[in-house]
């Protein structure tokens, strides 16, 4: 009988049971060390390094094989910067190895191989490196101990990150290698490299010339973003104030997000040029036409200010002059004759309240009015950019489409992505969406936005040598009580260069300025200029106009 019991339970083990015990031998026989894969790279529109790898040394443990563990955590203690208790805790626990601190720097690697203790093991690891420092660290973001965690490198982080390999050995019942034994290597697959949009070089110029706002003016935001106007490619993008992305921690995280894509605010007069391009493609707007502006305009028994209300409006001007001197009252006007549909529908059409689908996280889509709260009170103020919050990027797209022939595009930060071998995986082309106004209608406002860099409030955004068009704003701030403050603007600019083939827009603001006048005359239109000056001399595009003394000599 004993033996029949015997015989059952053998048969149960060797027929029933065999995989289940086959696999709970093999996990106790053999162990496995994950081997990380080496992350893609990024690169900008020239093939030049953004963001790459390095390695850095883990400290890490064998648990079975340390000796005398209360010794072993207090040597440690000071030199990993951990409490004793931890180090004890991970040094004692029931595993075949742990992590006790990763990617350390050198001096710390050194000072615990010094101490030459059994079971402590040393091995490389991969470690995010960024050769420009803080250049573009709002765009390309940031990799935390194993992903991407902001910018592109969250977004991208399943091309970026690859697939992690394994290293089998065969170990005794203590976890130790057994020696002359037979490893298998499950290999990682190397993240994709991305190829972006981006240029470096007029990166940097932005850069330079927000840190140079800063200096002067001392605001609490500033932000530039360059776009091609015939393609919707970003070539450069960035924001003050930013942070290290090797020391991210250190930083308030709000500091981690690109504003022109994630921050919204009111356009101010820099939104007119949407209402002057409906007005143009709507054939109401007549520029030499009077318009009698005394400071101000009462609707629905709401007065509505012009910005020179204190010194009794600008008086008989016409239609051009009113954006030259760009007068609310006169914008108003306009958008009464357009009316809350069709304004609306151009606001829409140009992209306005609604994600422009860049490839970049947390992009917000702004805020306009419904088509039933668009009453006349909110038709006028938003005629004039003013109760409604739109992003950088969205201004930045839509002067684009009027100066590119009417046409809007999809913006976009990644052109290419490639495998380890270099072969093509995504490549991206230009992505229409809509014709929102004629050509002709273009080329007027093109014409119509030069004017208030020749003869109005955009003067000190003139380049030397090159004809650029754009419009100025300044947008009141609401306080925490939601009304407007007085003494809290965002002076911005948004325009296009060279007039005659534009081949750049850019969207500059600052906003509360602390340091020096606080005029846009003074800070964000002096930066338009000094920005588009150095791109074009990067691009190396001829001046609009040639030499006078070389003109009279011949």
Not at 206 to 214: M, Y
Not at 343 to 369: C, K, M, N, R, V
Not at 374 to 400: C, H, N
């Amino acid at each position: 009988m004993i033996t029949l019991v015997l015989i059952g339970r053998l048969a149960w083990i060797q027929i029933v049971c065999a995989d289940e015990l086959y696999e709970e031998a093999w996990e106790q026989w053999n162990h496995h060390v994950p081997v990380q894969t080496a992350r893609g790279s990024i690169f900008d529109r020239h093939k030049r390094l953004l963001a790459g790898s390095t390695t850095a040394q883990t400290v890490a443990a064998l648990p079975p094989q340390i000796e005398n563990p209360g010794e072993v955590a207090a040597a440690l203690s000071p030199i990993l910067e951990k409490e004793e208790e931890e180090i004890f805790a991970l040094i004692t626990a029931d595993r075949s190895a742990v992590y006790l601190k990763r990617k350390v720097d050198p001096q710390i690697s050194e000072a615990v191989q010094e101490m030459a203790i059994p079971g402590i093991v040393f091995f490389d690891e991969e470690k995010r490196y960024y050769p420009g420092g803080n250049l573009a660290s709002q765009l390309l973001g940031f990799v935390g101990m194993d992903q991407g965690w902001a910018g592109l490198e969250i977004y991208y982080e399943e091309y970026l990150s690859g697939y992690e390999g394994k290293l089998l050995y065969p170990a005794d019942n203590r976890g130790r290698q057994v020696p002359h034994e037979f490893k298998q290597s499950l290999p990682p697959k190397q993240g994709y490299d991305l190829y972006l949009t981006v240029d470096e070089t007029i990166q940097h110029i932005v850069e330079k010339q927000l840190d140079q706002v800063v200096a002067d003016s001392a605001p609490a935001l500033a932000l530039a973003v360059v776009v091609d106007p015939h393609s919707g490619a970003v070539l450069a993008a960035a924001s003050r104030p930013d942070y290290d992305p090797d020391m991210y921690d250190d930083y308030d995280p709000e500091r981690w997000s690109l504003a022109p894509f994630t921050a919204a605010f009111e356009p101010g007069s820099t939104f007119k040029v949407v209402t002057l391009a409906a007005a143009v493609e709507e054939g109401i707007y007549d520029p030499e036409e009077h318009f009698y502006c005394s400071g101000h305009v009462t609707i629905s028994g709401r007065r509505i200010n012009c910005w020179t209300a204190d010194q009794g409006g600008h008086g008989d001007i016409t239609f051009q002059e009113a954006l030259g001197v760009s007068c609310n009252p006169a914008f108003i006007e306009l958008g009464r004759r357009i009316g809350a549909e069709k304004l609306l529908a151009y606001i829409e059409a140009f992209g306005y309240g609604q994600l422009t689908g860049i490839d970049y996280p947390g992009e917000s889509p702004g805020l306009i009015f419904s088509p039933e709260a668009l009453g006349p009170v909110e038709l006028a103020t938003t005629s004039f950019g003013q109760g409604i919050a739109v992003t950088p990027l969205q201004q930045a797209m839509a002067v684009a489409a009027m100066a590119n022939g009417g046409y809007l595009y999809k913006p976009y930060l990644v052109k290419e992505i490639h495998d380890s071998e270099g072969n093509v995986i995504l490549q991206r082309e230009p992505e229409l969406m809509r014709q929102v106004i004629s050509t002709e209608t273009s080329a007027r406002l093109v014409e119509l936005m030069e004017s208030v860099i020749l003869e109005g409030t955009g003067k000190t955004a003139a380049v030397e040598g090159y004809r650029v068009a754009g419009k100025t704003g300044t947008a009141e701030k609401v306080g925490p009580d939601n009304s407007y403050m007085s003494d809290q603007f965002v002076y911005s600019f948004v325009g296009v260069a060279p007039v005659e083939d534009p081949q750049i827009v850019l969207y500059v603001a600052v906003d509360g300025v602390t340091k020096g006048p606080r005029y846009g005359s003074y800070t964000s239109a002096p930066l338009f200029s000094r920005i588009i000056e150095d791109v074009m001399n990067y691009l190396q595009l001829p001046p609009s106009e040639p030499e006078i003394e070389e003109a009279d000599e011949n």
